[in-house]
Nanobody, 118 residues
Framework: EVRLVQSGGGMVQPGGSLRLSCVAS????????MSWVRQAPGKGPEWVSAIRSGGGSTYYKDSVKGRFTISRDNAKNTVSLQMNGLQLEDTALYYC???????????WGQGTQVTVSS
């Protein structure tokens, strides 16, 4: 069974920083690309960032480039998203997900709220 357990998130003011982490189990983590997906209220899911299985290549949505950094530790089955310079429009539920792109929901974590508010 694929299990993705997230931590981090919270509420910050514009310009602040947060770090999201996700611990994977139930599959060979180092064999899979990993993504972060977010969903704001009333909107569809957005593919925010992704990292290849070996960590050698990454993807960032244009609006987060230069502010967010994805990383992974295959020895610890962990993928993280460091978010700096947070903006109001970054407010959403954030999910780690197995795969490159937006996979089926069964391959998403439980979600963690990120709220950017002044």
């Amino acid at each position: 069974e694929v299990r993705l357990v997230q931590s981090g998130g919270g509420m910050v003011q514009p310009g602040g920083s947060l770090r999201l982490s996700c611990v994977a189990s139930g599959f060979i983590f180092s064999d899979y690309d990993m993504s972060w997906v977010r969903q704001a209220p009333g909107k569809g899911p957005e593919w925010v960032s992704a990292i290849r299985s070996g960590g050698g290549s990454t993807y960032y949505k244009d609006s987060v480039k230069g502010r967010f950094t994805i990383s992974r530790d295959n020895a610890k089955n962990t993928v993280s998203l460091q978010m700096n310079g947070l903006q109001l429009e970054d407010t959403a539920l954030y999910y780690c997900a197995r795969g490159w792109g937006i996979p089926l929901r069964r391959y998403w974590g439980q979600g963690t709220q990120v709220t950017v508010s002044s």
